[in-house]
Nanobody, 123 residues
C-alpha cells in the first residue's frame, strides 16, 4: 500500500496549484482519501475527504469554495485543485487513506499516508 503526493511548490497569493495523490497496492473502491496539511509549529489539520467510489467530498470551512477534488480512476489518482491561494494555506500537504465507512476528519483514523508535498504561498 503506497500513497504518493506531489504537485507542491511556490506560488503567489491568489494563484493556483494542483496536488496529486497516486495510490497503489490496493483497490480504492472501499476506501476514502483525505487531504491534510501541517503548517510549521501547528498541528496537522483536515482539508478534505472523498469517498472514492461515489466521489462524495467534504471540505474544511477554511478551503470551501476555493479547493476542489477530482479523480482519475484509470490512474488511481485523486487531485486537489487549490485556487485563490492565501499565505495561510502554506503547509506540507498529505494525502491519506482510510476505509470508506470510517470517512473521518481526524488524521488519527487514517491508516495509510503519503510522504507530503510542500505548498508555499507568498504574499
Amino acid at each position: 500500500v503506497q500513497l504518493q503526493a506531489s504537485g507542491g511548490g511556490l506560488v503567489q497569493a491568489g494563484g493556483s496549484l494542483r496536488l496529486s495523490c497516486v495510490v497503489s497496492g490496493f483497490s480504492l473502491d472501499h476506501y476514502a482519501i483525505g487531504w491534510f496539511r501541517q503548517a510549521p509549529g501547528k498541528e496537522r489539520e483536515f482539508v478534505s475527504r472523498t469517498r472514492w467510489s461515489s466521489g462524495f467530498t467534504n471540505f474544511a470551512d477554511s478551503v470551501q469554495g476555493r479547493f476542489t477534488i477530482s479523480k482519475d480512476g484509470a490512474r488511481n489518482t485523486l487531485y486537489l485543485q487549490m485556487n485563490s491561494l492565501k499565505p495561510e494555506d502554506t503547509a506540507v500537504y498529505y494525502c491519506a487513506a482510510s476505509r470508506a465507512e470510517v470517512f473521518s476528519v481526524s488524521a488519527e483514523n487514517y491508516a495509510y499516508w503519503g510522504q507530503g508535498t510542500l505548498v508555499t504561498v507568498s504574499s
